[in-house]
C-alpha cells in the first residue's frame, strides 16, 4: 500500500533567497477529481508525467499512489479534463540526512513559498534549516489542491 507522511511549512523568502540552490523543476499540475475522501491529480514536469490517486488525510497521513505517464498524455489530460491547476517551481534539497522539497509557486499563487518533508513515520525526528518558518500541515488552504481553486492572491490574511 502506498502510504505518504509529509509535513509542510512556509519559508522564510529573504533566508531562501541566500540559499545555495539546484536548478529547480517546473511543475504544472491539475486536479481530475478533488473530494474530501479522495484527489486525482496530474502533474507534468518538460521530461515526465504522473497520475497521482491520493485518499483522505489521515494527521499527516494519507493513502498515495502514483504512475509514471508519458509527459504528452499528462499536457493532454490536463489541458481536457483539469478542473482546476498550480504551476511552481521545485527546488530538491538535502538538509541533514533528509529530503526537503520547496515550492516557489507561480500564477495566482504568486509570492508563497513552502517546504515539504516526508517522513518514515508521524512522530520521526528531523532537524529544521534557518529558513523553515511556521508549520501549516494541518492548514488546508495550503493543499496544492485548494490553492488551484482558492489561491494565495485572493486571501486577505496571507498568514
Known sequence: MGV???RKFLV???KWAHVI??????????YLLDEAK??????????QGFLTI???????????YEYKIPVEEGVE???????????????KITFE???????????DNTGLLMAEIELQHEDEAFIKPDWITIEVSNDGRYYNSNLSKNPFKNWGNKS
Do not use: C, M
Request: proline share 2%; no cysteine; aromatic share 8%.
Open 21 to 30: 540552490k539546484p536548478t529547480g523543476t517546473h511543475y504544472r499540475q491539475g
Open 77 to 91: 489530460l490536463l489541458d481536457a479534463f483539469a478542473e482546476s491547476e498550480v504551476e511552481k517551481i521545485r527546488y
Open 54 to 64: 491520493k485518499g483522505i488525510t489521515n494527521g499527516i497521513t494519507r493513502k498515495e
Open 12 to 14: 522564510d523568502k529573504d
Open 4 to 6: 505518504e507522511i509529509e
Open 38 to 47: 479522495r484527489i486525482i491529480r496530474v502533474r507534468t514536469t518538460d521530461k
Open 97 to 107: 540526512g533528509k529530503l526537503w522539497e520547496v515550492d516557489e509557486f507561480h500564477g
